[in-house]
C-alpha cells in the first residue's frame, strides 16, 4: 500500500461527532485496546485527518500517527501503535526468512507462517497462547511479528484464513498494507 | 495469565534508519546502525550484535537461503550509498537563493528557496527566522513546484549570515542574494 515514499497532503480537523465515530469504530475493531483508549484517543484533544495518496486516510493525534484507512475498509493501526500495544491486536508470527521479503513489500506467502518459525492461531509451539487459539478468517485485520524479533514488523488483513492456511500451506496469506520502513512508516508529519 | 506489562509500552528506534534496531539487519545501512547503537544504547547493541546472536540469526535459515539474503544484503547496501552519493552530489550542486522582493514603495520581503536540498526541515527553518528576527515568516508555495519561506521586511544580509553560520551544512559558496524588482514585465 505505501510501497513508494508518500508526501501528505491535507490536514484537517476531524469534527467531534467523526471524533466519536471513530472512537466506537476503534473500540468494535479492537476491543483490547479498550484499557487504554483514553490515552491512545483522549476525549478532549484534536483528532486530525490527514489525506493520503489512493483515498487513503491517516488518524493523527498532533504529530502521531494513528489509524489508517482505505476508502471504507476498516481502520489499520499505525505500526508504531501497534508498538505501544503490541497484544491488543490478533498476532501472527513469520519465520525469519519471510522478513527481508515483508520488508520489501511482498505480499506476504502462506509458507513464511506456516514453516517451523512462524506462528498461526493453536500452534502446538506456542505454550504462553501468545499468537490466540481464535482461527481468523479472511478479511481479519492481523498484526505481523517476526521470528526471533520482540517487535511487529508489519499490519496487514488476511487473505486467506487461517485454518486453509495450515491445510494448504501455500498461496498468499496475507496483503502488504504497512510495513516497517515503508512510506507510511518514513512519512514526516512534523 | 500474566499481568500485562506497563503500556504504552517503549519501543526504541534507530536513529540511523528509523526502525527497531532488531530490524537494522535488514536495511541497507547496517554499519551505520551498529556505531549509532553502540555510541549511543551500549547494552542493547551487546545483545543485538554480539558473536552469539550473530550467530544463531545465521542458523535459522537454510544454505541456500542465506547465500540469498546475502546478495540481497549486498544489493541494499548498494543501493543505499548510492541515494547517499546522489544526496551529496545534489547538495554540492544545489543553491540557496535569498531574494529580496519589493512589495511596495520601500517595503520589502524576503524569499528564500533551496533550503530542503541541505537537508533542512522548511517549516522549521521558518520558524526560526521568525523567532530570531521577529518578524513574519512562513512558507509558501512556489508555482514551479516546491516551497519557499517568505519573511516580512528587507532581511537579505541578515539572512544570509544566519544561514551560513547556523546550518553548517550549506557551504557558502551556494548561497546567493539576488534582487527581485516588482517592474518585471508582466507575461
Ligand atoms: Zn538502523
Known amino acids: 500500500m505505501f510501497k513508494k515514499d508518500i508526501t501528505p497532503g491535507a490536514k484537517s480537523k476531524v469534527k467531534s461527532s467523526a471524533q466519536r465515530a471513530i472512537r466506537a469504530k476503534v473500540l468494535e475493531q479492537y476491543p483490547l485496546l479498550e484499557p487504554y483508549i483514553d490515552d491512545i484517543l483522549p476525549k478532549k484533544d484534536q483528532l486530525d485527518l490527514v489525506k493520503l495518496p489512493d483515498r487513503v486516510s491517516l488518524y493523527t493525534l498532533g504529530s502521531t500517527p494513528l489509524f489508517f484507512q482505505h476508502m471504507d475498509d476498516p481502520l489499520l493501526p499505525h505500526l508504531a501503535l501497534v508498538h505501544k500495544y503490541p497484544d491488543c491486536f490478533h498476532r501472527l508470527r513469520i519465520d525469519r526468512g519471510a522478513i527481508r521479503f515483508v520488508l520489501s513489500g511482498a505480499t506476504l506467502m502462506a509458507p513464511g507462517l506456516t514453516s517451523p518459525g512462524g506462528r498461526l492461531p493453536n500452534d502446538p509451539e506456542d505454550e504462553e497462547g501468545r499468537y490466540g487459539k481464535e482461527e481468523l478468517a479472511p478479511g481479519e485485520v492481523v498484526v505481523i511479528e517476526a521470528e526471533g524479533k520482540e517487535n511487529a514488523c508489519m499490519v496487514g488483513v488476511l487473505k486467506m484464513g487461517t485454518e486453509e492456511m495450515k491445510k494448504a500451506k501455500k498461496g498468499q496469506a496475507c496483503e502488504a498494507g504497512h510495513y516497517l520502513g515503508d512510506g507510511l512508516w518514513g512519512l514526516s508529519l512534523g | ?187
Open chain 2, 1 to 187: 495469565m500474566a499481568e500485562p506489562t506497563a503500556y504504552p509500552k517503549k519501543v526504541l528506534y534507530c536513529g540511523v534508519c528509523s526502525l527497531p534496531p532488531e530490524y537494522c539487519e535488514f536495511g541497507g545501512t547496517v554499519k551505520k546502525c551498529e556505531e549509532w547503537l553502540k555510541s549511543n544504547h551500549p547494552h542493547l547493541h551487546e545483545k543485538l550484535y554480539s558473536q552469539e546472536a550473530l550467530e544463531q540469526n545465521l542458523s535459522s535459515l537454510s544454505l541456500e537461503a542465506q547465500k540469498r539474503a546475502e546478495k540481497d544484503a549486498q544489493k541494499k547496501a548498494a543501493k543505499a550509498a548510492s541515494a547517499e552519493a546522489k544526496a551529496q552530489a545534489e547538495r554540492a550542486s544545489s543553491k540557496v537563493l535569498i531574494k529580496r522582493i519589493e512589495r511596495n514603495k520601500r517595503k520589502y520581503v524576503t524569499a528564500v528557496q533551496g533550503l530542503e536540498h541541505f537537508g533542512l526541515d522548511i517549516k522549521k527553518v521558518a520558524k526560526d527566522f521568525g523567532k530570531k528576527f521577529a518578524t513574519g515568516s512562513s512558507v509558501t508555495r512556489i508555482p514551479g513546484g516546491g516551497e519557499e519561506i517568505t519573511v516580512q521586511g528587507d532581511l537579505s544580509d541578515d539572512i544570509y549570515d544566519y544561514v551560513i553560520e547556523t546550518y553548517k551544512d550549506v557551504p557558502e559558496d551556494n548561497v546567493e542574494c539576488v534582487e527581485d524588482k516588482k517592474k518585471k514585465a508582466a507575461g
